[in-house]
């Protein structure tokens, strides 16, 4: 429509007014003019201003009204030219890529699959707007999915790529394309872009050789009747039986109000089934899961929802996620300095979990320890670790009711490090030797610490704060403290759960800290009962209350509630959940396409976790079909300790990576991954037109975008792009209808003006 | 605060006259208090369940404060019955002269929850001959399928503080005897119940300051009393 109007108006097309610069092509005429204009505009002014019965408003307006006249007419004798430098016709090339990914075969397009468009708009090069393309340009004629590959026209085309990777195509183009006379690229497409990499880096280098994108957007900006899985988010790896509370985002549109089921699959076995209610006015729905990962190895999750009538994609209705459950003996220690039940209760709670080994470390008296599950006779035989190797060989680390006193200063500068630079995780628990009435503010461990320590604010000896705990809104979204099957119904739990005392005072918590339990206290405030931040690599938490126990042992817990068992086992594993190893392996992906290649690193570091940049390191890499590969790694020399690798995931299937770093022939640590090489659904997925994106590309780049079937102007565009081998056209522009307009309009405004002040 | 009533005619030498003793209870602050459980049975002005209240008590307490890190009451401590719903908040107790020990259902099951749950009890102030056949029996009424096992000086209660390398002793009553009952009468775990066979702990740390009883034993019997708290407070 702007494009119809300015061409009405202005004769020639936005793009050359872009292109071109407007020069004046005066001849000896022109200077008689400015004479004759100038007597002429004199006259006008001598005439008006003659005028006695005129006010001087009245004069103004006229003479300026005739002076304007005079001026555009001397402007147009003046010859403006549009210089623009056009294409010479089939001395250029144009590269049309043409989108064949899955999500062309959505229907969207009138009821047509946007395939059908390219089809009939790009499929031969004498029909079409290939044809009026080929009419002025040499096309050259891309597909692209994943990458761009040349084919004769859209006829070629299957549309079953299942990857959509539009800066891949661009750059690959460009690179065919390089020498040529380009006078810009084509994309036809609808812009659902599936690749990790940001677009901007690909347009970057098109800018930069000044290539123009012209985008052509194809499908629909919204679909009518959709349901798609929108988000899932799971970690990647997980300790065996852990609990997950998965939040999964159901995005709709069309089914307000609707019911659905959504299922939670584990390798074929539903783990998990709910109703949802689709709520009003298109929002998504987030619908917590909680689902148990008690299988050992690569597990995918599916998260379904079923096909609706009506759906136009019923492909999105599914959502894969991978997540590597790990099969380990977490190992933590927990340092208590009193003998008190909460250790005693803390250990009983997780004696049933194979995946979490309590080390305890209880002093008793001055100098005197009680060693409760050590692995062998020499472990804390020197009570608390003394080097970072032995301290960090745990995972886990609990402080209980232990003054800061009782540690050398290196030896809380190590319990500061085991959660910034080992990436540990350190609980803090409650008592009347712990946080400030312990000693800590000031200390290293503090800094790591998710609530303020303060040396003059201590808590009374012998006040203590009693708890009613109830979950915080982010607690009650938490998995790690969810001790019922619900969010309602541990909500509800945790009003019944009997009270608890602390005897800390804990009045501020850190900036980026979140609570996840709070009890008001005597003065009506919140007192934080468990709260956490992240502290480099790691984690930190502090639970307040000194005798969770009574959770287990109050007369109103019956003796087979787990409430107790389940809010430390839960807890204990997030203590140490995700805490890394010396050698830790991370793939780009946990899914690839069959075909293409998969790049991984591997950290390494040794039993004090600095960096290794010296280790020897090699993948041992396991094939779907049993083949076993060995792939050296080098250290990348971006990052300390960082090696990487690639390997070719050819065929479909399983790939273990086994990563063996050894250094001066000692045996440093072993890590495993799993990718899986299967072709995604991820075309599916946020699949409507992406215009925005489109036309931002064509914007950075100088082109332009259209929406399909409104191609007509794409030739013409092309050939004022001023790229390739171009000439120079001049266009006289006093002929446009804008000027002619103009002139009519000062004309009769000036007759109209007058007759309304009474002149003839 | 704690309420005590409790009237005491004197101390003569090692008899004493008691009228009556009301059931009483600390303020719970989360320090550890010794809970003495009072049940139906034996002589009325003299019930066995009373036996050595309160200085056997409160002297354990204070021996278990200033041995150890262990926060305690020192001059406060509880009595209870077994179905009192706050017994839960003090996972360990102490029963004196088991033999007279008489039991209702109520009882059994407060009794039976607490030690499920992770409570601990101790029996002493008994004859082997004339009270562990009751001891036994109210047992089972409370745990029937658990079987009562004889420790020996290798189990870690008697390691939780003390060394205690031995258990050949003599107790008060005779040689004295030390036995369990284990959680699914497995011996590797938990330690549910100590009965101090032909012995009588409390004795001792009654009288341990009065100069009435020896040094040597008044020492043993408080490290049985220190070991089985610690104990169970870390199993």
Redesign the interface.
Known sequence: MFEALFRFFFEYSPAMFAQGDIRWAAWTGSFVAVAVTAVAIAAAVVSYRAGARLSLRDRLVLTTLRVAMLLLVLACLFRPVLVVRAAVPQQNVVGVLLDDSRSMQIADADGQPRASYVQTAFGALDAGTLKTLADRFTVRVFRFSSTATRVTSGADLAFTGTETRLGAALAAARQELAGLPLAGLVMVTDGADTADAALGDALLGLKAEAVPVFTVGVGRETLDKDIQIGRVTTPRTALKGTTLLVDVVIAQRGFDGEAVTLDVEDEGRIVSTQKVTLPAGGSPATVPVRITVDEEGPRVLRFRVPALAGELVSDNNQREALIDVRDRREKILYFE?????E???L??AVTEDQNVEVV?L?????N?Y?R?GVDNADELVAGFPKTREELFSYRGLVLGSIEAGSFTGDQLRMIAEFVDRRGGGLLALGG?RAFSEGGYAGTAVADTLPVVLDANLRQKE?E?IRLAVKPTRAGAASAVTQVAGTEAASVERWSTLPGV?A?NRLDAIKPGATVLLSAPDASRREYPVLVFQRYGRGKAFAFTP??S??W??????P?EDMTHENFWRQLLRWVVDEVPDQVEIRTSSDRVEPGSTVTFTAAVADKAFLELNDASVTATVTGPEGAVVDVPMAWSGEKAGEYKGTFPAAAQGWYEVKVQATRAGTDVGTAVSHVRAAPGEQEYFDATLRAGTLRRMAEDTGGRYYAAGDTSTLADDLRYTGRGVTTVEEHELWHMPIVLLLLVGLLSAEWGYRRVVGLP | MACVVFAQEGFRGRGRMIREIASTKVDYDGRFAFVRLRYQGGFSRDPGWAHDYPRADWHLQRIIEDVSFTRTYRDESNILTLDDPDLSLYPVAYMSEPGFWTLNEAEASGLRAYLQKGGFIIFDDFREARDWANLQGRMADVMPNLRWVTLDASHPVFHSFFDINTLVTEGYYGPAEFRGLFEDNDPRKRLLAVANVNHDLGEFWEFSDTGWMPVDLSNEAYKYGVNYVIYAMTH
């Open positions: 300095g009193e003998p008190r039940f250790l005693k209760f250990r009983r305890a209880q002093r008793t008296a001055d005197k009680l409760l009347p012998g203590v005392t005897v000194q005798d126990w009574v287990q042992m109050h007369a109103s817990i003796v």
